[in-house]
Nanobody
């Protein structure tokens, strides 16, 4: 059973920072491209950042320059450093392994709530 556990979310003021973690168990994720997704109420879940096994990264334009995805393969963990947070970043954040327009792991984690509000 593959399990993905997201943590690190919380309430932060606009302009603040958070660091999210995604801990994987049941599989070794070093072989996978990994990504962070977010979903706001009533909206679809969208990929916002991805990182290859070699460390190459990609971001959607809305977070580029503010978010940084990284990974620690020894800890089987992926991170998302979020700086200069905006209210529109408010969402539940999830991790998975993007593959084309879908994902590799069929079971999503519980996600971690990020709320940006003054």
């Amino acid at each position: 059973q593959v399990q993905l556990v997201e943590s690190g979310g919380g309430l932060v003021q606009p302009g603040g920072s958070l660091r999210l973690s995604c801990a994987a168990s049941g599989t070794i994720i070093s072989n996978y491209v990994m990504g962070w997704y977010r979903q706001a109420p009533g909206k679809q879940r969208d990929l916002v950042a991805r990182i290859s096994g070699g460390g190459s990264t990609n971001y959607v334009d809305s977070v580029k320059g503010r978010f940084t995805i990284s990974r620690d393969n020894a800890k089987n963990t992926v991170y998302l450093q979020m700086n200069s947070l905006k209210p529109e970043d408010t969402a539940v954040y999830y991790c998975n392994a993007p593959s084309g327009s879908g994902v590799v792991f069929g079971s999503w984690g519980q996600g971690t709530q990020v709320t940006v509000s003054s």
